[in-house]
């Protein structure tokens, strides 16, 4: 079997790992969350006074500095991590390509230490409703705190101001600990993915000379979305595309090497979850050619009934519903694109 077979079956289940690794730092990182929470209702518990007044000012701001300080921790805390964690991501991506050349290849090899770096400081690219949001992991990290401490400030501001009791104040802070459980929840995951994309890309770019570029691997079920379904094993050039597309992306890329360096390997699969539940496929399974073989009920809650009509009936590919940029278009935008196809179907 090829190289390419191999790498995808070594990749998915390598993802499964970065995922629950990114879990993992999620959880260290609601452990801030959940203080800051605590710090806030300590606040209002030992009295507030009356809103607006020099003294409820300084009481606000103290709190603001000890959110600030909180969530300062909280960003030192991670980027140690994931600073670790693109040095074993560059271990395991050096390993991985070194199974799939020839022996008479010799690898480029920058030291851990180059690639962390470079991986900290690469900046995330993810789609942001119609748009687009490039941010760095310290920036996210920065932004997310800022916002999160101004959250909290603005519900004790509201519940001041309209007399509400210290046991309703407090309420209104542990509804905002949960959704902010939830962001930071993931933020973290989608910055794990980031850094084990980086360190992989950044190991590719090293060693540009033996590929033609890397593959963009899609998970196999229900949850994937449009733009990664779109992207599953399209091969794009080193500086081109590459995950996470979007907040909570679980996608991730494998190296394509030119032909001339590759070295044949036994078979291999990956994982997929269908209507039948977890099975292995080929490793050469595309998202669509997946989807083609689950059931109608399946395709149309992946899909949605007018996109499974233009997709079962093999009017459409997968990739035809989203725009170059990942972008899903509205089924408008795919009939004034694609009239002859809705033609068919109507």
């Avoid at 035809?320 to 972008?327: A, K, S, W, Y």
Wanted: one cysteine or more; aromatic letters at 6%.
């Amino acid at each position: 079997m090829s190289a390419d077979g191999y790498t995808t079956d070594a990749a998915t289940r390598h993802q499964v790992y970065v995922q629950r690794f990114g879990s993992g730092l999620a959880g260290k990182a609601s452990k801030f969350v959940r203080k800051a929470i605590r710090r806030a209702k300590e606040t209002v518990n030992e009295g507030l006074s009356q809103y607006s007044t020099a003294r409820y000012n300084r009481q606000i701001e103290t709190l603001r500095s000890d959110l600030s300080a909180i969530y300062g921790e909280m960003s030192k805390q991670q980027k140690l991590d994931l600073g670790e964690f693109a040095r074993y991501e560059f271990t395991f991506n050096s390993k991985l390509l070194g199974q799939i050349v020839k022996a008479s290849v010799r690898l480029a090899e920058p030291s851990a230490e180059i690639i962390s770096a470079s991986v900290l400081a690469d900046p995330l690219e993810l789609a942001v409703g119609k748009g687009r949001q490039v941010i760095d992991i310290t920036g996210a990290l920065a932004q997310f705190g800022s916002k999160k401490t101004a959250d909290i400030l603005s519900e004790i501001a509201i519940g001041s101001s309209l007399g509400e009791t210290q046991k309703a104040i407090v309420r209104r802070l542990t509804s905002l600990g949960v959704s902010h459980e939830e962001q930071v929840g993931s933020l973290v995951r989608t910055m794990t993915n980031h850094v084990a994309s980086s360190a992989r890309a950044e190991t590719l770019k090293q060693n540009d000379d033996i590929l033609q570029g890397h593959r963009w691997i899609a998970t196999l079920d229900g949850r994937t979305t449009p733009v990664c379904r779109a992207r599953d094993r399209k091969v794009y050039p080193l500086d081109g595309p590459k995950p996470p597309a979007h907040w909570g992306c679980r996608s991730s890329i494998v190296p394509v090497l030119k032909p001339e360096y590759q070295r044949e390997i036994p078979g291999s699969t990956r994982p997929s979850k269908g209507a039948d539940g977890v099975e292995q496929v080929s490793s050469g399974t595309s998202y669509g050619d997946w989807l083609a073989r689950q059931p109608a009920s399946f395709q149309k809650e992946v899909l949605g009934p007018a996109r499974y009509k233009l997709f079962s009936k093999g009017e459409l590919s997968i990739d035809r519903f989203v725009d170059d940029n990942g972008r899903q278009y509205s089924l408008d935008q795919l009939k004034n694109l694609e009239p002859q196809a809705f033609e068919v179907i109507d």
